[in-house]
């Protein structure tokens, strides 16, 4: 079958870099995106790569390795709106993206 | 304003009734999504759109349907079939070009009693 495997939890503290990992397992490959998504609301596009490497967006960075099948997002400066979960999602083909179960990431004074 | 619009945001039904989600968008996309989402879950998908007329199952379509007559609209019918439909439902919108970036709506939480 089709998946994306991510920490379910991670917590860091104010200022602090934080990195989410997911690996994923599908048919068809594209590309990986992020998505923020704080509770009770919708998810929010944050990055995306196709390629190999890094993808810097200000504070917020995207890495993939497609031989590894695995990428990260890095979330630097962290700040408390930054707590929300993050979805890894791959585009496997045909517009259809396969979400990761998300990891919730707890940012502390 | 360009965005994607879910109506309503809180949706009650009995068991056994089949209840429409609405899902409008301005933003002239050709793709749209459907989602579901269960607490402390990420997002599966129901059916896809690439282009009016036309639709894909996604991973759980079983007790949904849906239908794309208009670009701007994908409402989607969750069936007396669907055996567990409480839920918080996601409709998204995207260019399926390049990075396929998707725009979601505010979601609409079905609560079956």
């Known amino acids: 079958g089709q998946s994306l495997e991510q920490p379910s939890e991670v917590t860091a503290v104010e200022g602090a870099i934080v990195q989410i990992n997911c690996t994923y397992q599908t048919s068809g490959f594209y590309g990986l995106s992020w998505y923020q998504q704080h509770d009770g609301g919708a998810p929010t596009f944050l990055s995306y790569n196709a390629l190999d490497g890094l993808e810097e967006t200000g504070r917020f960075s995207s890495f993939l390795s497609r031989s590894d099948s695995y990428g990260y997002l890095l979330l630097q400066e962290l700040q408390m709106k930054d707590s929300a979960s993050y979805f890894c999602?791959?585009?496997?083909?045909?517009?259809?993206?396969?979400f990761g179960a998300g990891t919730r990431l707890f940012v502390k004074a | 304003d360009g965005g994607i619009t879910q109506s309503p945001k809180y949706l009650f039904r009995k068991e056994g009734q089949n209840v429409t989600l609405s899902c409008e968008q301005n933003?002239?996309?050709?793709?749209m999504y459907w989602y579901r989402q269960d607490p402390g879950q990420g997002l599966r998908l129901i059916y896809y759109s690439q282009i009016v007329n036309d639709f894909q199952k996604g991973d759980i379509a079983e007790g949904y349907s849906v239908s794309r007559e208009k670009k701007e609209s994908f409402p989607l019918t969750v069936t007396s079939a669907q055996k567990n439909p409480t839920a918080f439902y996601l409709c998204a919108s995207s260019t399926g070009q390049g990075k396929n970036e998707q725009f979601f709506g505010p979601g609409t939480r079905l609560t079956v009693l």
């Open positions: 933003l002239n996309h050709d793709a």
């Open positions: 999602a791959a585009m496997t083909g045909g517009f259809k993206t396969i």
